[in-house]
């Protein structure tokens, strides 16, 4: 089954603690990207990935790192976690990040909250 | 960049007709997405715009304008399980990645 998966699913830590959360795709899609959701401020780009070894940032990727050493696999490292990290996150990836590629493929997302 | 507008909540009628708008601003233009959020799951993918004129897919049409930057989804013969977060998105270049709106919360009632 084509599919994104994310893990974990929920975790809750605390501050300061690093932690990854990983995203893996296996529909041999190019692009990339990481997303965070908070209640009435809709889905913001943290970092995203055109393809590997290729990383730029989104609009909110303070206190977060990625990386993409392969095209299946796009980690989001939180070095030290603090409490305003406190969100949804949802992983995305696409056939490519140009136009006209629109249909981004979600995973099921990961609730992480920090203490 | 790009910014976008669209309302934060609608609510409407099982079986009636509803309109979600979305107005954006953009350096450029790559066409116009949108996607659909149940409360608890991921956002899917519903209908991209690239020209101006309305597309239909089932009970779900979109339209574009791309003269008055402005595009909505329209939601036909209204059914419970329609009640989600709708978001509108719009890419400024080619290369660039899509921005989303802040989304619309539909709320259908009996």
């Known amino acids: 089954e ?43 780009q943290i970092y995203y990935s055109m393809n590997v070894e290729v990383t730029d940032k989104g609009d909110v990727p303070e206190g977060y790192k990625v990386s993409r050493k392969e095209k299946r696999n796009f980690p989001l490292i939180l070095e030290s976690p603090s409490p305003n990290q406190t969100s949804l996150y949802f992983c995305a990836s696409s056939p490519s990040g140009r136009a006209p590629y629109n249909e981004q493929f979600f995973g099921p997302g990961t609730r992480l909250t920090v203490l | 960049g790009q910014s976008l507008e669209q309302p934060s909540e609608v609510t409407a009628v099982e079986g009636a007709i ?54 909505y989804l329209l939601l ?32 259908v009632i009996a």
Not at chain 1, 10 to 24: A, E, F, N, P
Not at chain 2, 43 to 50: G, K, V
């Open chain 2, 76 to 107: 036909q013969e209204l059914q419970m399980k329609d009640s989600a977060s709708y978001f509108c998105a719009v890419r400024d270049s080619g290369n660039t990645p899509l921005v989303f709106g802040k989304g619309t919360r539909l709320s």
């Open chain 1, 2 to 44: 084509a599919q994104v998966t994310q893990n974990p699913r929920y975790l809750i830590t605390v501050t300061g603690k690093k932690l990854t959360v990983t995203c893996s795709q296996n529909m041999n899609h190019e692009y990339m990207s990481w997303y965070r959701q908070d209640p009435g401020l809709g889905l913001r």
């Open chain 2, 18 to 71: 509803v309109q979600i708008n979305c107005t954006y601003q953009t350096s450029g233009f790559y066409g116009l997405s949108w996607y659909q959020q149940h409360d608890g799951g991921a956002p899917t993918f519903l209908s991209y715009n690239a020209l101006d004129g309305l597309e239909e897919t089932g009970r779900f049409s979109s339209f574009l304008s791309r003269s008055d930057s402005y595009g």
